[in-house]
């Protein structure tokens, strides 16, 4: 928790009063249990992890800010996260997001007081989100708060050779001291000519920089500041306020957000996740193919088919991101799947340098 009120933005922007929700398509259920949680009487389950808000929040944005966690995991909404090694990362660590009604409520000093857990790595007050205007600076900061929970709690740990938040450890590091021209422990009493990014708040220590930093590059990268009154209200801290600015202004940085070896969300979240069924897989008549039969299956009971004879990988996941199982089977092999409920999961199979994600129903 030392960090955690460092990664806290504070937008003072205007309150929005009207709400529209938007087609969300991810239920409330019991909170989980634990030191500081007791306060919170509403939750959404995102994949695993999931948005936790005290009473006086409104269901719109509990749904809401469960609806951008859901986008920035499953950028391309087909029901399946983008990265499960992330993912299994975030679930490890029990990554939450908690909604307050206010800074400084009741429930939010208790949680503070009595909280002991590794996967809370930013909180929204409900006066700062805006279900009609998703990620928009000033208005709805669910992106912002959500995107530093999944960066610090999951991309932190995952690939530290990438996104390590201490100086000269990774290639983020590098990249923000160029941004900043220079490496600045403290915030300097005035930037160089030649920086585009230069947060100014002086309890934001170098670790907390880079989170941001971070966030302003994925959030330019998917053009939700590219607007006149955004770019002229954030230029006294970020430059690049588009996609096209920063692929200019930020070579090193636009290069590591964009690579796909790290699977981050490359599209703006619009605060509607309703992702349909997917079909189910036909079966692959490459040089490795792999598939799962029968699929639905009826009896519970499924074979690994593949046109190669090595061992196959396979890692299966509820709806809700957990693995539920892995292992290594033959090609031929039979796998017993009669413990878990009917229902759609997430397989993930591997093959040499051939992987393949799709859905399987167990009926």
């Not at 090694?85 to 429930?107: C, H, K, M, R, Y």
């Amino acid at each position: 928790m030392n960090n955690l009120c460092a990664f806290v933005i504070i937008l003072l922007g205007p309150s929005f009063l009207a709400l529209s929700q938007n087609s969300v398509c991810l239920e409330f259920s019991p909170p989980p249990t634990g030191p500081g949680l007791n306060v919170f009487t509403k939750y959404i389950n995102v994949f695993g992890c999931g948005i936790i808000a005290e009473e006086g929040v409104p269901d719109e944005k509990v749904k809401h800010a469960a609806s951008i966690f859901a986008e920035l995991l499953d950028n391309d909404e087909n029901g399946i996260v983008d990265d499960l090694v992330l993912l299994n990362e975030l679930q490890n660590n029990q990554a939450l997001v908690p909604i307050f009604t206010a800074d400084g409520s009741p429930s939010m000093n208790f949680f503070f007081n009595n909280y002991d857990g590794e996967g809370v790595g930013a909180v929204l007050w409900q006066q700062e989100i805006d279900p009609s205007q998703p990620g928009y600076w000033g208005a709805d900061a669910s992106v912002e708060e959500i995107m530093h929970t999944i960066n610090s709690v999951g991309h932190v740990n995952v690939y530290p050779d990438a996104f390590s938040l201490e100086p000269n450890s990774s290639l983020l590091s590098e990249a923000m001291d160029v941004a900043r021209g220079g490496q600045f422990m403290n915030v300097p009493s005035s930037y160089p000519e030649n920086a585009w990014y230069h947060y100014d708040d002086e309890t934001c220590d170098y670790q907390c920089m880079a989170i941001e930093y971070l966030y302003w590059m994925q959030v330019a990268n998917m053009d939700i500041l590219n607007d006149v009154p955004t770019c002229n209200g954030i230029v006294n801290e970020w430059e690049p306020c588009s996609q096209a600015l920063l692929q200019s202004m930020d070579v090193l940085g636009y290069t590591i957000i964009t690579n796909p070896q790290f699977k981050l969300p490359q599209n703006a979240p619009d605060g509607n996740y309703c992702p349909e069924e997917s079909s189910i897989d036909t079966f692959d008549n490459g040089t490795n193919g792999i598939q799962l039969i029968p699929n639905p299956s009826k009896e519970k009971r499924v074979k690994l088919i593949s046109n190669q004879n090595n061992m196959i990988e396979i890692a299966l996941f509820s709806f809700e991101g957990k693995k539920v199982y892995s292992g290594l089977k033959p090609n031929g092999g039979t796998i017993n799947l009669s413990n878990l409920n009917s229902g759609t999961y997430t397989y993930y199979l591997s093959i040499d340098s051939h992987k393949r994600i799709g859905k399987l129903v167990l009926d």
